[in-house]
């Protein structure tokens, strides 16, 4: 069973990057005073929200990965132990990544 998976989020990057640059410039802005603290705010929020997305595309592919080949039952009678720790860390996963998919909102 093949669990949710994240879609290229280029979209979401693209986003995220014309978001992170008007705040640059809300920030650089000489009447920003009474929101510089906020601004500052959303842009490392932001930040992070990149930083997140771009580590959860390393593990998925890495978990792709290892899942394709822990799905074969000669590589898991050969490989009993790494199995057992594969079946777990799948399991907690794909636990994770239902409930992503269930509550989308990234903040």
Known sequence: MRGFSIKTPE?????LE???????QIGAS???RSVKSKV???EQDLNLI?????L???VQRKWM???GIFASDDIRMQLPEEAK????TDANYKKIMDITSKQPNVL
């Open 65 to 67: 990965y290892l899942e």
């Open 11 to 15: 979209e979401i990057r693209q986003q």
């Open 56 to 58: 959860w595309m390393i």
């Open 18 to 24: 014309d978001n992170i640059m008007m705040l640059q």
């Open 50 to 54: 990149s930083d997140c997305i771009d």
């Open 30 to 32: 000489k009447y920003n």
């Open 85 to 88: 720790k594969f079946s777990k």
């Open 40 to 42: 500052t705010q959303w």
